[in-house]
């Protein structure tokens, strides 16, 4: 299986975070101690891409739920995925992360869709 890695792009009071590779707690763990670290800052959107992630396992589902609860409890910000596939749309909506965040099709919607 692919390992995960991730690539951060950061603009303003937007961060993107393009992972890549197989999706598990471990990964859950950097993204959301990255996405702290940067709401710490100041940022206030956060998009995560997920065009080139392989799978989500069910403890990275676990992950981006927490990572959910935390960026609109504790921040008050705005968190955007993007880059689903149907599987991975359909594990979300049905583990109740999606209620939870803005979903666009790819990076430049998620951006447009925060300006709104």
């Known amino acids: 299986m692919e390992n995960f890695s991730i690539n951060i792009?950061?603009?303003?009071?937007?961060?993107?975070?393009?992972v890549k590779g197989y999706y598990n707690d471990e990964a859950?763990?950097?993204?959301?101690?990255?996405?702290g670290n940067f709401f710490s800052?100041?940022?206030?959107?956060?998009?995560?891409?997920?065009?080139e992630c392989v799978v989500i396992n069910s403890l990275g589902v676990a992950s981006l739920?927490?990572?959910?609860?935390?960026?609109?409890?504790?921040?008050q910000a705005k968190l955007v995925f993007s880059g689903l596939d149907t599987f991975k749309?359909?594990?979300?909506?049905?583990s109740g992360v999606l209620?939870?965040?803005e979903v666009a099709p790819d990076v430049k919607t998620g951006i447009e869709l925060c300006k709104i």
């Open 28 to 35: 859950g763990e950097k993204v959301n101690e990255s996405a």
């Open 9 to 18: 792009q950061e603009s303003d009071d937007l961060v993107v975070f393009y």
């Open 89 to 94: 749309n359909q594990v979300l909506m049905v």
């Open 41 to 51: 800052k100041g940022k206030k959107i956060l998009i995560v891409d997920f065009s």
């Open 65 to 75: 739920m927490g990572l959910a609860i935390r960026v609109t409890d504790e921040f």
């Open 99 to 101: 209620p939870l965040v």
